[in-house]
Antibody, heavy 114, light 112 residues
Framework: EVQLVESGGVLVQPGRSMKLSCAASGFTFSSFPMAWVRQAPTKGLEWVAT????????YYRDSVKGRFTISRDNAKSTLYLQMDSLRSEDTATYYC???????WGQGVMVTVSS | DIVMTQAPLSVSVTPGESASISCRSS???????????VYWYLQKPGKSPQLLIY???NLASGVPDRFSGSGSETDFTLKISRVEAEDVGIYYCGQLLENPYTFGAGTKLELK
């Protein structure tokens, strides 16, 4: 059974940093592109970042480019999202998902507020 | 960015009847490889999204065959036959053809 378990979410002040993790199991992690998708409270889904199987290729939506960094450790079957210079508009539930969106984690809440 | 427009924003259905949700993309989602990269998801209340349909018409693993997807290059439909109580939630279409991947605003399905 595929499992994606996010962790790291918390309340953080604007301008500070936070790192999310997503532990994967039940599939060959290194064979799949991975992504982060977020959902602001009561809002729809928003694709944040994607990473290739090797980690050599990444993509970010414009609003997080230069502030967020997606990475992966295939040896540990773990996906990461380093979030710097956080803004209030980054407040959302962040989901880890396989690149083809077939599997999703339970989500982790990130609140950016003073 | 490719804009995905869903209609209606909400639908109320009697259990056992069918429902259809439309989605239109601002650009063709047909790749040169012949695959149309439109996906459908259901987000049940308080839960993570789950994949229902991938590449326009392929049923995801474990999804009842009451669900089906169809369409053209820019116009797509999700049909739910014999709606059940477990089908309540918000349905999203999404495109995975090009970055940034984008989603529709969602269609809320409720039971009458």
């Amino acid at each position: 059974e595929v499992q994606l378990v996010e962790s790291g979410g918390v309340l953080v002040q604007p301008g500070r940093s936070m790192k999310l993790s997503c532990a994967a199991s039940g599939f060959t992690f290194s064979s799949f592109p991975m992504a982060w998708v977020r959902q602001a409270p009561t809002k729809g889904l928003e694709w944040v970042a994607t990473i290739s199987t090797s980690g050599g290729s990444t993509y970010y939506r414009d609003s997080v480019k230069g502030r967020f960094t997606i990475s992966r450790d295939n040896a540990k079957s773990t996906l990461y999202l380093q979030m710097d210079s956080l803004r209030s508009e980054d407040t959302a539930t962040y989901y880890c998902t396989t690149g083809g969106s077939s599997d999703w984690g339970q989500g982790v809440m990130v609140t950016v507020s003073s | 960015d490719i804009v995905m427009t869903q209609a209606p924003l909400s639908v109320s259905v009697t259990p056992g009847e069918s429902a259809s949700i439309s989605c239109r993309s601002s650009k063709s989602l047909l790749h040169s490889n012949g695959i149309t990269y439109v996906y459908w998801y259901l987000q049940k209340p308080g839960k993570s999204p789950q994949l229902l349909i991938y590449r326009m018409s392929n049923l995801a693993s474990g999804v009842p065959d009451r669900f089906s997807g169809s369409g053209s290059e820019t116009d797509f439909t999700l049909k739910i036959s014999r709606v059940e109580a477990e089908d309540v939630g918000i349905y999203y279409c999404g495109q995975l053809l090009e970055n940034p991947y984008t989603f529709g605003a969602g269609t809320k399905l409720e039971l009458k």
